[in-house]
């Protein structure tokens, strides 16, 4: 079982917003910055939001929030490129380690 | 921009050991704050993360790994190395090394590990 929750899966039409969730305890979520991590068709994963910050080369409809404790990445106007496995990631510092969640697979309809 | 690349055999026999090899370039190894890390993906499923190091010699480890694992840097060929005692089929994967830099920033292509027989 994965330290931080994700949903199985969403799906959304072209243009329409969507927003992933990631929830964990208040120790993991409240204390360190969350990334999003997209995995296209199995390929390698690729970060897409680090807390609020969008890496380079990142479309700008990709955008990342906090509350609680829950994560959250938004896709503002979805677009068929964006259909893939998303995953979020901490830092736990009571294990020491980095954590994932489960996946969320995202589906363009 | 830093590239990783993965080696290593891509079949091993059960309880033996699993090594994997991660050459970085375009980049140092040694250079900043910069931690390198191994994770892995069964076929299907989700990433789980292995164990990182820090150029230093600093490793942490995933605890539901930890005793079986074993995460070395030779920085002279700007390489790190993941060992994996006593595989099981459950172990059959594929095996991606990357850059942590408070996030994982750089990834491999990611190499494919089968424990079969």
């Known amino acids: 079982q994965s330290a931080l929750t994700q949903e199985a899966s969403v799906s959304g039409t072209v243009g329409q917003k969507v927003t992933l969730s990631c929830t964990g305890d208040?120790?993991?979520?409240?204390?360190?910055?969350v990334a999003w991590y997209q995995q296209i068709s199995h390929g390698a994963p690729k970060t897409v939001m680090f807390?609020?910050s969008l890496p380079s080369g990142i479309p700008d409809r990709f955008s990342g929030s906090k509350s609680g404790t829950t994560a959250s990445l938004t896709i503002s106007g979805l677009q068929p490129e964006d259909e893939a496995d998303y995953y979020c990631?901490?830092?736990?510092?009571?294990?020491?380690?980095?954590?994932f969640g489960g996946g969320t697979k995202l589906t363009v309809l | 921009q830093v590239q990783l690349q993965e080696s290593g055999p891509g079949l091993v026999m059960p309880s033996q050991t699993l090594s994997l090899t991660c050459t970085v370039s375009?980049?140092?190894?040694?250079?900043?704050?910069?931690?390198w890390s191994w994770i892995r993906q069964p076929a299907g499923k989700g990433l789980e993360w292995i164990g990182l190091?820090?150029?230093?010699?600093?490793?942490n480890y995933s605890p539901s790994l930890k005793g079986r694992v074993t995460i070395s840097v030779d920085s002279s060929k700007s390489q790190f190395s993941l060992r994996l005692a006593s595989v099981t089929a459950a172990d059959t994967a594929v095996y991606y090394c990357?850059?942590?830099?408070?996030?994982?920033?750089?990834w491999g292509q990611g190499t494919l590990v089968t424990v079969s027989s």
């Open positions: 990357a850059r942590w830099t408070a996030r994982f920033d750089s």
């Open positions: 375009n980049g140092s190894i040694s250079s900043g704050s910069h931690f």
């Open positions: 190091i820090y150029t230093g010699g600093t490793t």
């Open positions: 208040s120790n993991i979520i409240g204390s360190y910055a």
């Open positions: 807390g609020d």
């Open positions: 990631s901490t830092w736990d510092f009571s294990l020491s380690a980095v954590v």
